[in-house]
């Protein structure tokens, strides 16, 4: 395996791929939260959130032709509400969901609506200096150990900074 890793903004056609990090990164939790697996729809749908969010702050690790790494640092949360909600994903979502293209049952579902209202209510807190983080940073597991995580970092805090 070539270990060339290239660091570079994410486009939409890398959110498949994104969306298959998360899912092999936090196996686990995914099966904890949801009850089962998800398949990369949902996560290429959250993520799809994201790129129009704020593009310039969803970055991919590339190595060869496989993303081995994604990391979500904006410099303002608000901004998925409003894409989630201002331009479609939110509906186009709950229609995937209703129709069971996700697999995930209500208690999931509402779930992920719970976080999703914390969110908003967190990043609208007036005590807050700044609505900026890194909101997801993920490695592929076969590719962990080799400082993909610390790139990825360094590029979205380069952005933040920026």
Do not use: K
């Amino acid at each position: 395996m070539s270990t060339a890793v290239e660091y570079r903004r994410a486009t939409a056609d890398d959110l498949g791929a994104i969306g298959e990090v998360f899912l092999a990164a936090f196996a686990d939790s995914v099966r904890h939260y949801a009850e089962r697996s998800l398949g990369p729809q949902c996560m290429a749908d959250a993520f799809g959130i994201c790129l129009d969010a704020e593009p310039e702050a969803l970055f991919v690790a590339q190595v060869g032709e496989q993303v081995a790494g994604y990391i979500f640092a904006p410099c303002d949360v608000t901004r998925l509400a409003a894409a989630a909600i201002w331009r479609g994903h939110g509906l186009r979502m709950l229609v995937r969901w209703l129709a069971g293209g996700y697999g995930v049952g209500l208690g999931a579902a509402w779930g992920a609506m719970r976080n999703v209202r914390c969110l908003w209510r967190e990043a609208r807190s007036r005590h807050l200096r700044c609505n900026a983080r890194v909101f997801s940073i993920a490695v592929a597991p076969g590719f962990r150990g080799l400082g993909i995580g610390t790139g990825l970092l360094r590029a979205g805090l380069e952005y933040l900074e920026g």
